[in-house]
């Protein structure tokens, strides 16, 4: 168990739907970071987000988006979702420090299905 | 462009055997080098990292990897695998000023038999 939680575990939705992914960090890290894991594409970083705001951005969609509220948990927002959406979500999370921070630790991911 | 390659889609490896896989990279300057595991159903699990030093670095479940600045290497080894080291292994790199964005290579499937 990694300290990382992720909900839900299981999503099935429907195309065109909004679903919400949730993520709550390890105890004391800062830093949240989210990927994709698909079939086609692997696994590939989408965003990150460090004490509330957005520090980094990769092969995210503009139909993706995401925040980290106060107490630092995390939400991934997937609107007009396509078939192609679907994909394990992985939320990761660090301690905020030089090279120590590029140690993540990863939830049990969402598995999201768009049908 | 950046890039990690992991050549080998699949191994499969006795019990009791050796293990090698292997992870190349591409970057301008020396990144910082990861070894995950991922077992049917679970996250993933960092096995080792590198970030300067002794190039050979111990990890968990008894693994080891090797970085060979000269190869662009960092291939990861067991001396004798165990069934339950069946799962499939990811290179992964980050750029020292990358804010610890991780690229993954494509990822090994390893199946061990009896």
């Known amino acids: 168990d990694s300290g990382v939680t992720q909900t839900p575990k299981h999503l099935i939705t429907a195309t065109g739907q909004r679903v919400t992914l949730r993520c709550s960090p390890r105890s004391g890290d800062l830093s949240v970071y989210w990927y994709q894991q698909s079939l086609d594409q692997g696994l590939q970083f989408l965003i990150q987000y460090y004490n509330g705001e957005e520090r980094a951005k990769g092969n995210i969609l503009e139909r993706f988006s995401a925040q980290q509220f106060p107490d630092l948990h995390s939400e991934l927002n997937l609107s007009s979702l396509e078939l192609g959406d679907s994909a394990l979500y992985f939320c990761?999370?660090?301690?905020?420090?030089?090279?120590?921070?590029?140690?993540?630790?990863f939830g049990p991911g969402t598995r999201l299905t768009v049908t | 462009a950046q890039s990690v390659t992991q050549p080998d889609i699949h191994i499969t490896v006795s019990e009791g055997a050796s293990l090698e896989l292997r992870c190349n990279y591409s970057y301008g300057a020396t990144p910082y080098l990861f070894w995950y595991v991922q077992s049917p159903g679970q996250g993933l699990q960092l096995l080792l990292k590198?970030?300067?030093?002794?190039?050979l670095v111990q990890g968990i479940k008894g693994f080891e990897a090797e970085f060979k600045r000269s190869q662009s290497s960092f291939n990861l080894r067991k001396p004798s695998v165990h069934w339950s080291d069946a799962a499939e292994y990811f290179c992964?790199?980050?750029?020292?000023?990358?804010?610890?964005?991780?690229?993954f290579g494509a990822g090994t499937q390893v199946v061990v038999t009896p």
């Open positions: 992964a790199v980050a750029a020292s000023d990358s804010w610890g964005k991780l690229q």
């Open positions: 990761a999370s660090s301690v905020e420090s030089t090279a120590q921070s590029y140690e993540q630790y």
């Open positions: 590198y970030f300067s030093g002794d190039t």
